[in-house]
């Protein structure tokens, strides 16, 4: 053991021997080596003009649909690799699912969220979490969070259903739990609060005590 954790010292290695000490005792050397390995998968990325490699249609939540988003509405990344996520934002549509996907599709729009939750609790994913998504009208808050869209319109409580709320949930519940995001109201919000912003989504309608309490009965639940 005394080997594993005195033989690293300066360079890209000394950051692993510093964390198999952190472990410490018997777990160190097994440690040292999976912390390693896990290493060695994030820099890799790093390199300029690698990407993480994407399946097409692929979801970063299960149960979501994939719709592909203009790519003039978003920009490429490896987040969480190159910018941390620690934020959720919610937004209502001011319109249709079906315009709202519409307009995601089309380059001219210049804006984008990562997902759009239906009325009826269905989850359309039109951009990747890895991905900057032009959705908060604020550069550093694009690159930091989520966003999520929910069918409906601010002034109309009846937009806000249920099975919308119950899915957003789970949605962001998710989200949080993939990316160490704590679930409370500092890191889950409104487009209203994005500093900045002229939006008012999601409204007055729309019940955060109810929606946070279902956030975090889903985060509890989920495996
Ligand atoms: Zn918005």
């Known amino acids: 053991m005394g080997e594993t954790q005195g033989g690293h010292t ?17 777990a160190a050397a097994v440690g040292t ?6 290493e060695l998968a994030r820099l890799w990325w790093r390199l300029p003009g690698v990407e993480k490699p994407r399946v097409a249609g ?3 939540f299960r149960g979501a649909q994939w719709v592909s988003a203009s790519s003039a509405n978003y920009r490429r990344a490896d987040r969480p690799d ?10 209502v549509t001011q319109g249709s699912f079906r315009s709202a996907v ?8 210049g804006a984008a969220a990562h997902y759009i939750v239906r009325k009826d609790g269905h989850i359309t994913q039109m951009i990747r979490e890895l991905d900057v998504a032009f959705h908060a009208g604020n550069r550093e808050y694009n690159e930091r969070s989520v966003g999520i869209e929910h069918e409906g319109f601010v ?3 009846s937009s806000f259903t249920v099975a919308m709320y119950a899915a957003s949930a789970r949605l962001t519940a998710g989200i949080c ?10 890191h889950v919000i409104g487009h209203v609060e994005v500093p900045g912003t002229d939006h008012t989504d999601p409204g007055r309608y729309w019940d955060w005590d109810r929606y946070m309490a279902l956030v975090r009965r889903a985060h509890r639940t989920q495996a």
Do not use: N, S, W
Request: hydrophobic residues 40%.
């Open 58 to 60: 692929a979801v970063d």
């Open 82 to 91: 190159d910018y941390g996520i620690d934020r959720v934002v919610i937004h």
């Open 33 to 38: 080596v999976a912390l390693a390995r896990d």
């Open 155 to 157: 002034e109309q409580a």
């Open 177 to 186: 739990r993939r990316y160490g995001i704590p679930v409370d109201r500092e």
């Open 10 to 26: 300066g360079t890209a290695r000394g950051v692993t021997g510093r964390r198999a000490l952190l472990i410490g005792g018997a």
């Open 102 to 109: 519409k307009v995601f599709q089309d380059p001219a729009h």
